[in-house]
C-alpha cells in the first residue's frame, strides 16, 4: 500500500463553492472520468484506487497539488490506506463530497459473465459482486461515520443501476448484480435513516449513471442503441450535478441521471 501525493504539506487556496471531494474506484472508467471532471471544476480530490492508473498518474501530475492518489482497498481493515486517508483528511479537512465509483459486472480472469438462468447462479460470484456493490459502500460509510460532526453538510452517493430495482425488473437474469445494487439501494435507504438522526445537514443517495462506454459494459455495447451509450465524461458531468443539486430531504432516495426519483 502507498500514497502518491503532490504538495501535501502546501495549502490548497479554495473559494466557497470548490469542494473536497473523495472519490473511491478512482481508476474505473467512470471513476476516471470524475475525478476528472472534479478537477476541472477546481475542486480538490482524493482518489482512492487499489491500482493507480497510468491515465490517474497523469491527471495528477498536470493537477499538481490538487490531487491526491491513495493506494488501498477501503474494505480490508488493516489497509494502509485507512491511516493515508486520516491523514489527507486531518490536513485538508473532511471531503465535502464522497463518491463511490468502485463496482463489478464481469470478470476477465477467470471469466464470469451475469448470468442468463438460475442454473449458473454461483456463489462464488453472487458474493464478489455482494463484496464490490454492496459491501464497498458499507466500508466507505463506516470510515466516514465517526469523523463527522452533528452540523456537517456532507454527501455521500453511491453508483446503482436500473437493473437493481425491484419494481423496474420486467427482463430477469443477471441474478448477482441485480441483487448487489439492491441491496446496495437498501443499504443506503436505512444508512440515511440513522444518518438523518445523527447528521442531519447531510445527504447519502444512490444513482443510476446510464449505460456508460467503459470496460465494464462492453461486453454488454452491441445491445445498446448509440444514443443509450453514453460518454464518461457526460456521465460523470450528469452525476456531478445531481451531488451538487442534493439536500438533506433527498436523503434515502435513488436518483436517475437526470435527476429524477427512480422506484426502489
Not at 463511490?100 to 447462479?121: I, Y
Request: net charge positive.
Amino acid at each position: 500500500m502507498r500514497i502518491l501525493l503532490h504538495d501535501l504539506t502546501v495549502g490548497i487556496v479554495m473559494t466557497a463553492a470548490k469542494k473536497k471531494v473523495w472519490v473511491v474506484g478512482a481508476s474505473g472508467g467512470l471513476g476516471l472520468a470524475l475525478c476528472r471532471h472534479l478537477v476541472e471544476q477546481g475542486h480538490q480530490v482524493t482518489a482512492l484506487t487499489r491500482r493507480p492508473s497510468p491515465a490517474l498518474q497523469q491527471l495528477q501530475g498536470h493537477y499538481s497539488g490538487q490531487v491526491a492518489i491513495v493506494v488501498g482497498n477501503i474494505c480490508q481493515h488493516n489497509s494502509q490506506a485507512i491511516p493515508q486517508l486520516s491523514a489527507l483528511f486531518d490536513h485538508y479537512g473532511l471531503p465535502d463530497w464522497t463518491l463511490n465509483a468502485a463496482g463489478l459486472l464481469h470478470t476477465t480472469d477467470p471469466v464470469r459473465m451475469p448470468e442468463k438462468r438460475l442454473s449458473q447462479l454461483a456463489p462464488s460470484f453472487l458474493a464478489d459482486n455482494i463484496h464490490a456493490n454492496t459491501y464497498t459502500s458499507i466500508a466507505v460509510a463506516q470510515f466516514l461515520d465517526p469523523l463527522y460532526s452533528r452540523e456537517d453538510p456532507f454527501r455521500l452517493l453511491c453508483l446503482s443501476a436500473m437493473v437493481g430495482s425491484i419494481n423496474d425488473n420486467s427482463a430477469g437474469g443477471w441474478y448477482s448484480y441485480r441483487m448487489s445494487k439492491a441491496a446496495l439501494n437498501m443499504f443506503v435507504k436505512t444508512l440515511s435513516i440513522e444518518w438523518q438522526r445523527r447528521f442531519p445537514r447531510a445527504c447519502v443517495a444512490t444513482i443510476h449513471p446510464g449505460t456508460t462506454d467503459t470496460p465494464l459494459s462492453v461486453p454488454f455495447q452491441q445491445s445498446i442503441s448509440s444514443d443509450k451509450l453514453y460518454l464518461p465524461p457526460l456521465s460523470a458531468q450528469r452525476i456531478c450535478r445531481v451531488l451538487a443539486g442534493l439536500a438533506p430531504t433527498d436523503s434515502g432516495k435513488f436518483f436517475h441521471w437526470d435527476g429524477s426519483i427512480l422506484p426502489w
